[in-house]
């Protein structure tokens, strides 16, 4: 396939200012008070943040530099550095992060997207190396263009010491679990590769505008988006044609939970047909981050076993006090989870999946 000329990973750049609310929210925790010493960090640390985005400030410059993106397409949240994310995570009481990278912008070739992302990946391994134990970090994929694709994951994973890979729902609206992305899935399973999704526009939508007047498509459409990626792996058995991979699904599985029963009786109408077994197997494997705030999780554990639950803020696009105000205390008073859960959720389930993280 060629390189299309819209490249987008993450957050949309066109979703990013209708992403920003709530952002002063986000610098007053970063400018608040320092680090706990050692012993309160012990203390009150407990957490693994598998859904954190980040913007390096190197891949910043350089599309400003060449004429990719201006500051102004991109909100103020995506400037905020890593002590601000450090503030946020102490206060949270948030262990480590595994960085999501976000590159939004328009590549002319596919060797400047090369570029992008390795500028990227230099920059989230200075992180983590600057910040032992505080940082991992995903590698970034375009699915539209296998090579460098392929050359991202040999860089990443299997040079640069990253925890998994990072990939958009759909590419111009071919989703994931489509034949075209076989060839990289292959290359993924030799890896055991962790595969964390993120949503995007859905195809056909105008950029920059949101497909509702007056609602930002991340309220719905990225919940879709999600649930469409996760029904065509589903049809497809990706899961069962690349054992070796773990499929990260971002918001609680955006609304698959919720049709799991219609898939499973309506199944057959699709193509190729989904049987009602291979419903079940495929929620049952999928792992599901918390980011939201999400819905009560009852819904979701009638399919999902609880220690394929993780923990993830969606910080620094969800503000800190959505965080810290709203998805923490619901996700404490849930009444679907035991506090062994919880702790399988905030910590243990992420360790997992992901040994690599007690080494981080």
């Known amino acids: 396939m060629s390189t299309p000329a819209l490249r987008l990973l993450g957050t949309p750049a066109d979703e990013l200012r209708i992403a920003a609310v709530g952002t002063s929210e986000v610098i007053r925790v970063g400018r608040g008070p320092s680090a706990p010493g050692p012993d309160a960090a012990r203390a009150v640390h407990s957490k693994i943040d598998m859904h954190h985005h980040y913007c390096a400030p190197q891949w910043r410059e350089w599309a400003v530099h060449h004429g990719l993106i201006t500051q102004e397409q ?49 920059s989230m391994t200075e992180v983590a190396a600057s910040h032992p134990g505080r940082f991992s970090y995903y590698v970034p994929l375009f ?160 399919h999902v076993p609880a220690d394929h639950v993780l923990f993830g803020t969606d910080w620094p696009a969800a503000p800190a006090d959505t965080v810290t105000d709203l998805a923490l205390p619901a996700l404490e008073a849930d009444p679907a989870f035991t506090p062994e859960q919880l702790q399988g959720i905030y910590h243990g389930n992420a360790m997992r999946l992901i040994p690599q993280l007690a080494n981080a």
């Open 143 to 302: 699915l539209d263009d296998p090579e460098a694709s392929s050359w991202a994951v040999r860089r990443g994973l299997g040079q640069l010491g990253a925890v998994g890979v990072n990939v958009t729902a759909n590419y111009g609206g071919v989703y994931l679990g489509d034949p075209a992305y076989d060839r990289l899935f292959h290359e993924l399973n030799e890896f055991s590769a962790v595969v964390d999704t993120h949503p995007h526009n859905l195809p056909g939508c105008p950029p920059g505008a949101s497909s509702v007047p007056g609602i930002p498509n991340f309220m719905c459409d990225f919940l879709l988006d999600t649930t469409r990626a996760a029904v065509n792996m589903i049809s497809r058995r990706t899961l069962d044609r690349f054992p070796d991979i773990s499929v990260v699904l971002p918001h609680a599985g955006g609304f698959l939970p919720y049709i799991a029963t219609r898939l499973e009786a309506l199944g057959r109408f699709c193509e190729p047909r989904v049987e009602p077994a291979a419903v079940r197997d495929h929620l049952s494997r999928f792992y599901y981050d918390t980011a939201g705030p999400m819905a009560p999780a009852a819904t979701l554990l009638e």
């Open 74 to 122: 991109l909100p103020p949240w995506t400037r905020l550095g890593i002590g601000d994310a450090i503030r946020f995570m102490d206060g949270a009481g948030i262990t480590t992060a595994v960085l999501k990278p976000m590159l939004p912008a328009r590549y002319r070739s596919s060797a400047q997207l090369r570029e992008a992302v390795n500028i990227t990946l230099q």
